[in-house]
């Protein structure tokens, strides 16, 4: 029988935070992977410059490039925002055994090939049911951590409720000549999604052109049509199901004398304005760690509460624009706007919300009309 202390399920980014964060605490920390290696998916992802501060200098393993401008295009419109700190391009496949090097040198054990089947109440704590190189066990914890995704098993096993997701689709391409490599470019095509396409620039050579849609197939067909009409040959492709946060997800329960949590995709820790969750699961991550290690909640969960449910509320005005919006909405960007979005970063969503709107009140109008938009298509 093993006594572990602290389990955590799925050898992700928040998975693997949270375990450096916990054994750095001095708890006995094991990390459940299901594959025989770590093999994350390759996948380019841009994040805030909150990044590197969570990090710190491991930030850099992963860092493939740095965005200083953003280029907004709808019907016809630009608008450019210049950012006084970088954004940064990562990449997935480093980001991942780059924190699963941490978490070990801070004590964090992995154990691979060993794939999560069940939980269950024990005298002491909880009883983890594993099936690790094709035998069955169990194993002891005080605490165990759901860091396995949306579709989480760990959630699924303790009556968490399931997560909604949508797909993101990207293909890399040659970085176009006309595109500075500092630069991200977004458009809003509300035909194609409610959401965006993006070029994220990796290199002097290459970019993600993506996408985020509803529904999978026509996602993939919306971007190819847009690939086409951009005159871009896709060299691979990426994609992955993303949660989309819709209600505060607790992330504690108590199973016998023990607790779960659940940390980043499995508690939908994810902005959905923009659908980006790594450094939003990084804080939901350092929020558990410090709830296990101070045997109380955490402050942390309550602004990560705070700023989830801010882009939840910028997601529900904008998920119903229709063009016309949109070229209204880069019509209003102001020079006090624009530098105010210049200076906020995306993960400080209340402050940018606020500042948005004393500069340019006129978005208020734009704002509710979105949301009479969705009140009205929710009734049909």
Known sequence: MDNDKVIIVGGSAAGFYTAAKVAEGGKRVRVLESRAELEPASRTLIVTSHFRNQLGAAANESVLNEIRRFELFTDGRTAQIALSKPDLIIERAKLIPAL????????????????????????????????????????????????DGAASRVARSAGWAPVETVPLVQAIVRLPKDCPVDTTRVWFVPDDTPYFYWLIPESAERAALGVIGEDGRDTTHCLARFLEKKGMEPLEWQGARIPVYKRWVRVKRRLGKGNVYLVGDAAAQVKVSTVG?????????????????????????LALRRELSTHWLLRRTMHHFQQEHYSRLVDLLNAATRETLSEVTRDEST???????RHQPQLVLLGLRGLLLGWNSERR
């Open 351 to 357: 402050r940018l919300l606020w500042n948005v709107l």
């Open 100 to 147: 699963a090097r941490q978490a070990q040198r801070a004590g964090a054990e992995i154990s691979f090939k060993t794939r999560f089947l069940g939980l269950s109440p024990n005298a002491n704590g909880i009883h983890v049911q594993v099936e690790s190189s094709g035998r069955n066990e169990e194993l002891d914890a005080e605490s165990v951590v759901g860091a």
């Open 277 to 301: 969750g790594i450094v939003t699961g990084f804080r939901g991550a350092q929020a558990v760690a410090d709830s296990i290690l101070q045997a109380g909640p955490s402050r942390e969960l």
